[in-house]
């Protein structure tokens, strides 16, 4: 730890000049309204962890950012580009959940308050700097100068306005413990956080299927006119929830029979795909990685006999 | 064969059998070592009849999911299971009884690493197959999960398992309550289970497993019988930790 930390300062001094260029490309979604679309891909020292969505909404009373991507010099390309569009300050900006894509470029905005649930700055506080350090390893160079930033301000759940854009914080949980949705009623765009992913299999190290089921009909129930998920292309309709829902519940459907049927998780592995589920980005890695996240609890549910 | 051809298509680590029997198919610059700590004066093959399934990366360095299988080999009377390049090498041994010579579990693994199965024939010679695992590593040195819990020491050594009636003949599985701790993590000692017998109703003996501390937390064993015996009704687990502690249960259908 202390000498990716080491490295890291290293890095501030001499590597700006050769910075990894993320080369982040706003698309206007809806009125003042932009996101940054990440590549559907796992991350690799090739994409720079640049791999996650993030957006802005340019609010008439400032900018507020939502998601500040995985690096330092990710979150300074963003503030860059928000620039090249708008004057106005960035005035807020929130962190939907405590998975590292999602607020290593906070350095980047050191001088706006920066937002998230409380227990998503208490996971931070705990996990973020095993995911920094894993992120260098996963990354490589692009990540040079990068150091975790915890948010200042716990967010609450609840209505606000900010210029001319009514906000929903929805405080939901299920990808991890905490993840903050946003719903803007003014442009009927559902930010969804990493509770929606779009053509690209769902994430699960820290999920609970059961919870995240749930927080997908909240997000269902919005009637959102346009879904950012958090990795994957925006939608003009609810395809993100649809695919992510099915996705959670064929995988807690054979979690579920493997358990009951005594297959250990090597056998597991070998399950056959749907191939609807097969077509999403990084399949059949996730399923693999999702077998070690949450298979052992249906094992344990069995030979407990619950 | 075609689990295994497949497993070897998955797994590029893992490379077909080579040429020489002497020579490590896996190429790791620890094996000379293992092969004089483990088997000093017995012949030793590569043989690509010993299957060790594992992930090409281990997404949880604390529970590596590890299935040995020797049945393509006659007359197996021990399996050892070691990994090259942890901290604490020896994982367990298994002698099969009346249950096939196949075990699935997990282990614990603090780099990257060959995990290797050598099957003890009946004529002394030792078969080694074998698999690496790739991983960020932290697993041997992380204190358990039960260490910092009060909860485990009530449920210490309580057994939970199922049998199975399967096409291919009955499968066991058997979980212990126990924190597996390495001894390596800071101020925490070494406290694992040490043997298990799990036994028929009649008490013959289904497979007897001396595990070392590299097993994971709360060991779970999956083991198979043969086809064409009886059902198992139920099955008796005993054994014991490195501090006395005694395992007695009984697992019903
Ligand atoms: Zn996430």
């Known amino acids: ?306 | 064969m075609i689990r295994t051809l497949r497993w070897l298509v998955l797994c590029c680590a893992a490379p077909a059998m080579a040429a020489s029997p002497t020579a490590d198919p896996l190429d790791s610059a620890r094996w000379e070592d293992m092969r004089r700590s483990f088997f000093p004066d017995a012949e030793v093959r590569f043989d690509t009849r010993i299957e060790v399934r594992g992930p090409l990366t281990a997404e949880n360095p604390m529970a590596v999911p590890v299935s040995i299988d020797t049945t393509a080999l006659p007359d197996v009377r021990e399996v050892l299971v070691f990994a090259d390049f942890n901290p604490i090498v020896k994982v367990l041994t298994f002698t099969p009884g009346k249950a096939a010579s196949r075990l699935s579990f997990r282990l614990k693994l603090q780099q990257s690493s060959p995990i290797r199965a050598a099957a003890r024939t009946a004529d002394g010679v030792w078969h080694v197959g074998g698999v690496w695992v790739n991983t960020t590593g932290g697993g041997c040195t992380v204190p358990s999960t039960g260490s910092a819990s009060p909860e485990w020491q009530q449920r210490l050594g309580e057994v939970n398992g199922r049998i199975w009636t399967r096409k291919d003949g009955n499968r066991v599985r058997v979980r212990i309550i126990h924190p597996m701790d390495t001894g390596l993590a800071a101020s925490i000692p070494a406290f694992y289970i040490e043997t298990l017998d799990i036994d028929d109703a009649d008490g013959a003996s289904l497979m007897r497993i001396h595990a070392f501390e590299p097993v994971s937390e709360n060991p779970l064993f999956t083991l198979d019988l043969p086809p064409g015996l009886d059902a198992l009704s139920r099955i008796k687990v005993r054994g014991r930790d490195n501090n006395g502690n005694q395992i007695d249960a009984w697992v019903e259908r």
Do not use: K
């Not at chain 1, 490295?7 to 590597?15: I, P, R, S, T």
């Not at chain 1, 679309?37 to 909404?57: C, H, K, L």
């Not at chain 1, 931070?124 to 975790?148: K, P, V």
């Not at chain 1, 346009?226 to 992510?244: F, L, M, W």
């Open chain 1, 1 to 306: 730890m202390r000498r990716w930390l080491l490295l890291a300062l290293l890095a501030v001094n001499v590597a700006h000049a050769a910075d990894f260029d993320y080369q982040l490309a706003p698309r206007q979604i809806a009125a003042d309204t932009w996101v940054v679309e990440g590549r559907n891909e796992d991350f690799a020292f090739a994409n720079g962890g640049n791999i996650v969505n993030t957006a802005f909404i340019v609010t008439g009373a400032g900018v507020v950012v939502i998601d500040s991507g995985p690096s330092r010099a990710y979150g300074e390309q963003l503030r860059a580009a928000i620039a090249r569009i708008t004057e106005q300050p960035v005035v807020r900006v929130w962190n939907t959940h405590h998975h590292p894509d999602h607020f290593l470029g906070n350095q980047a905005f050191a001088d706006a308050p920066v937002h998230a649930l409380p227990q998503t700055i208490a996971d931070m506080q705990q996990d973020g700097n095993a995911f920094t350090e894993n992120m260098y390893r996963l990354n490589g160079d692009a990540m040079a100068g990068t150091e975790m930033r915890l948010p200042q301000h716990a967010a609450n759940a609840g209505t606000e306005t900010l210029g001319s854009h009514r906000l929903t914080l929805i405080a939901l949980s299920g990808h991890s413990a905490a993840d903050l949705a946003i719903f803007d009623h003014s442009t009927g765009v559902l930010f969804a956080s990493d509770l929606l992913f779009h053509r690209r299999a769902p994430t699960t190290p820290h999920a609970d299927l059961r919870h995240w089921l749930a927080s997908l009909d909240v997000l269902d129930g919005l009637n959102a006119r346009v879904i950012v998920p958090g990795h994957g292309p925006v939608s003009d309709n609810a395809e993100p929830i649809r695919q992510t829902r099915a996705w959670l519940t064929w995988l807690s459907a054979t979690f579920t029979r493997g358990a009951q049927n005594g297959l250990d998780m090597n056998e597991l592995t070998d399950t056959v795909l749907p191939a609807e589920h097969a077509a999403m980005a990084e399949a059949r890695a996730e399923f693999v990685r999702s077998i070690a996240h949450l298979y052992p609890q249906f094992e344990l549910d069995v030979l407990e006999r619950r």
